[in-house]
T-cell receptor, first 116, second 118 residues
Framework: ETGVTQTPRHLVMGMTNKKSLKCEQH?????MYWYKQSAKKPLELMFV???????ENNSVPSRFSPECPNSSHLFLHLHTLQPEDSALYLC???????????????FGSGTQLSVL | AQTVTQSQPEMSVQEAETVTLSCTYD???????LFWYKQPPSRQMILVIR??????QNATENRFSVNFQKAAKSFSLKISDSQLGDTAMYFC???????????????FGKGTKLTVNP
């Protein structure tokens, strides 16, 4: 198995639920990312992990909590979300985010989240 | 702050024809990178082409090529011999070189939805 795999593909949750999104990469990359893709808006970078250490947190509300237990796995824990959080959540990986060489990102197919 | 603008929300083209997608950006940097990503209905974003700002030669990848106009801050994507599988959202993206924080920030446009008609 290769590439970046995200589960679940679709998720519907109530505002009081707790759920987690999972991302796994089989590319041997050192960096992993969470992006939020909302309708008619540019992709928004949420979090960046490099070698399992968080290096970027773009003022994301605390109801989103990332976790990177190792360089191959990335989670996004969700708690008391709002309807406006409904979006496609994309995971990506790259070899080394510290390279100033225009790293190619490898994306998963995303989790389509609906918050009711 | 850098911004990326894609002025065409939707476009369509006949199979085997050529189509050009527009992208402009705003930056005060001299060295940077530009990308076109494709997102088909499967939702997985795939890198189509990459351009380094210090290279004057336009990047090409098979049927995909760019027209990079640095002075005009324009980076359009040309798709030749369009195929049904080219139907997708296309995102233009800008990357600033490393900042002092040591992390990268890829700035995306809102995307252009391209439909290739048989």
């Amino acid at each position: 198995e290769t590439g970046v795999t995200q589960t679940p593909r679709h998720l519907v949750m109530g505002m009081t639920n707790k759920k987690s999104l999972k991302c796994e990469q089989h590319l041997g990359h050192n960096a992993m990312y969470w992006y939020k893709q909302s309708a008619k808006k540019p992709l928004e970078l949420m979090f960046v992990y490099s070698l399992e250490e968080r290096v970027e947190n773009n003022s994301v509300p605390s109801r989103f909590s990332p976790e990177c237990p190792n360089s191959s796995h990335l989670f996004l824990h969700l708690h008391t979300l709002q309807p406006e959080d409904s979006a496609l959540y994309l995971c990506a990986s790259s070899q080394d985010p510290a390279r100033a060489g225009g790293e190619k990102l490898f994306f998963g197919s995303g989790t389509q989240l609906s918050v009711l | 702050a850098q911004t990326v603008t894609q002025s065409q929300p939707e476009m369509s083209v006949q199979e085997a024809e050529t189509v050009t997608l527009s992208c402009t950006y705003d930056t005060s940097e001299n060295n940077y990178y530009l990308f076109w990503y494709k997102q088909p209905p499967s939702r997985q974003m795939i890198l189509v082409i990459r351009q380094e700002a210090y290279k004057q030669q336009n990047a090409t990848e098979n049927r995909f090529s760019v027209n990079f106009q640095k002075a005009a801050k324009s980076f359009s994507l040309k798709i030749s011999d369009s195929q049904l599988g080219d139907t997708a959202m296309y995102f233009c993206a800008f990357l600033n070189p490393l900042t002092q924080g040591g992390s990268e920030k890829l700035v995306f446009g809102k995307g252009t939805k391209l439909t290739v008609n048989p």
